[in-house]
């Protein structure tokens, strides 16, 4: 990963990407868009995105109720949708595919996340293929690393995501 990473104090004022742009590319929508801005896009290499963690979020009702942590799997979550921020911009025909998980590596939680923190989360791109790709993500509250990952993903057509849907509520 990078060493050199975007301070609280060096985040632009003009996001590269606000609510709108992330919801023109990826499929996520409330409860489970887990990113809320883009302030660095450098194309097919590395993305830096934000979430802004809220008490209202619906996932801290049972996580836990007397002590409000965001699960680790949302995180890894967030970095994974940063990377598909990042690399749907690429994909013309993004409309007709989805981009699913395919594999998490050495994911690791470093600290909580709470109500009230802003997570940074930065994204380069280990591997690319018009199809297929591998992404180290490290996620921080200020300067502190709260997670990390290497997320693998694929770019499936919708139609066969649904066509398994139906296979499913067949049986």
Same mark, same amino acid.
């Given at each position: ?21 992330? /919801?023109?590319?990826? *499929?996520? #929508?409330?409860?489970? @868009?887990?990113?809320?801005?883009? +302030? =660095?896009?450098? &194309?097919?290499? !590395? ?40 690399? /749907?911009?690429?994909? *013309?025909? #993004?409309?007709?595919? @989805?981009?699913?998980?395919?594999? +998490? =590596?050495?994911? &690791?939680?470093? !600290? ?44 499936? *057509? ?11 509520? =067949?049986?």
């Amino acid at each position: 990963m990078n060493t050199t990473q975007t301070t609280a104090a060096e985040i632009p004022s003009k996001p590269v990407m606000e609510i709108g742009d992330i /919801l023109k590319i990826l *499929p996520h #929508r409330y409860p489970f @868009l887990l990113i809320d801005r883009v +302030i =660095e896009l450098e &194309r097919k290499k !590395r993305i830096v995105a934000l979430k802004n963690v809220t008490f209202n979020e619906p996932f801290f009702q049972g996580h836990f109720p007397d002590k409000p942590i965001m699960p680790g799997v949302l995180i890894v979550e967030a970095i994974a949708q940063a990377g598909g921020a990042l690399l /749907l911009t690429e994909v *013309p025909n #993004r409309d007709e595919l @989805l981009m699913v998980f395919t594999g +998490i =590596e050495r994911a &690791r939680f470093r !600290r909580p996340v709470v109500p009230g923190d802003q997570l940074r989360i930065e994204v380069e791109v280990l591997a690319w293929r018009m199809t297929a790709a591998r992404l180290e993500g490290k996620a921080y509250v200020g300067d502190k690393v709260a997670a990390e990952a290497v997320v693998t993903c694929r770019l499936v *057509p919708r139609a066969l995501g649904a066509a398994n849907a139906e296979a499913r509520e =067949e049986t």
